[in-house]
T-cell receptor
């Protein structure tokens, strides 16, 4: 196990609702990245947080937003849910700034279904 | 822009045999990192092996080795002595250069579904 945890495991929402997903990073890691993985595809980068600030963003609309807390845990918020938001959401933690490989270690994911 | 291509949607291998999963990449950056992850049906992405663009030797981690051919821009994963538990989706991913202020995002390929036959 990586030590990265995510909650909840599964979630069902209806179109137009808002959702918050949570991630606790591995001990000693200061960076959290979020990915969306649609069925049958590779993960797509949403954004990354480092020292509580957004450190890069993929091609996702502003209704996808996030936070990182002083303990390096993170939240992903999605507003005005659309059917296409149904996916597995993966959180990954890594250690930035130490000259290491910046390997990202993933949590078990949150499977979101939008009806 | 970075791009990862995995051309094998599915692969079959007999238990105890070796298998090679293909990955080609495209980038204009001289510095980059290549990763392989395993994703079982449970969904968690498991890190397997890393290769840096400036590493002189091919990476190895237990039964996993990375056949890195920089000139061909390929980074194939070799799994030796396949086991039934190796059946999973395998993703190749690339990270751009480590530089101050840049996101170290991963760009993933579309994956290869490996099935190990008894």
């Amino acid at each position: 196990e990586t030590g990265v945890t995510q909650s909840p495991t599964h979630l069902i929402k209806t179109r137009g609702q808002q959702v918050t997903l949570r991630c606790s990073s591995q001990s000693g890691h200061n960076t959290v990245s979020w990915y969306q993985q649609a069925l049958g595809q590779g993960p797509q980068f949403i954004f990354q947080y480092y020292r509580e600030e957004e450190n890069g963003r993929g091609n996702f609309p502003p209704r996808f937003s996030g936070l990182q807390f002083p303990n390096y845990s993170s939240e992903l918020n999605v507003n005005a849910l659309e059917l296409d938001d149904s996916a597995l959401y993966l959180c990954a933690s890594s250690a930035t700034g130490s000259g290491r490989t910046d390997t990202q270690y993933f949590g078990p994911g949150t499977r979101l279904t939008v009806l | 822009a970075q791009k990862i291509t995995q051309t094998q949607p599915g692969m079959f291998v007999q238990e105890k045999e070796a298998v090679t999963l293909d990955c080609t990449y495209d980038t204009s950056d001289p510095s980059y990192g290549l990763f392989w992850y395993k994703q079982p049906s449970s969904g968690e992405m498991i890190f397997l092996i890393y290769q840096g663009s400036y590493d002189q030797q091919n990476a190895t981690e237990g039964r996993y080795s990375l056949n890195f051919q920089k000139a061909r821009k390929s980074a194939n994963l070799v799994i030796s002595a396949s086991q039934l538990g190796d059946s999973a989706m395998y993703f190749c991913a690339m990270r751009g250069p480590i530089s101050s202020g840049s996101a170290r995002q991963l760009t993933f390929g579309s994956g290869t579904q490996l099935t190990v036959l008894p």
